[in-house]
Nanobody
């Protein structure tokens, strides 16, 4: 069974930076996409960023210009570089993977999920 394990979360002052990692227990090079989603207290889970197998990326408007998603297929690892962090960025961040192409990339379309890593911005 495929596992995704996030790491790199923590507490950081507003304006600071963090790098999240997501290690997969399987080859990721052929997966359609991998992405990061987050869920803040009292809010629905929302997509943050995603990267497709061809290298295309997508970012939520709220993080565009501040976050960068990348993937190292050789290491089967997904990354999220976060900078200029704001208090509203505080959330549990999840990585997720969609193996086969799908018409949508909503929460219900992902095949694998990590258990999340907490990011707190003060």
């Amino acid at each position: 069974h495929v596992q995704l394990v996030e790491s790199g979360g923590g507490s950081v002052p507003a304006g600071g930076s963090l790098r999240l990692s997501c290690a997969a227990s399987a080859y990721t090079y052929s997966w359609n996409l991998m992405g990061w989603l987050r869920q803040a207290p009292g809010k629905e889970r929302e997509g943050v960023a995603r990267i497709y197998s061809d290298g295309r990326t997508w970012y939520a408007d709220s993080v565009k210009g501040r976050f960068t998603i990348s993937k190292d297929n050789a290491k089967n690892t997904l990354y999220l570089e976060m900078s200029s962090l704001k208090p509203e960025d505080g959330a549990v961040y999840y990585c997720a993977a969609q193996v086969f192409p799908c018409k949508v990339a909503d929460v219900g379309s992902f095949d694998y999920w990590g258990q999340g890593t907490q990011v707190t911005v003060s």
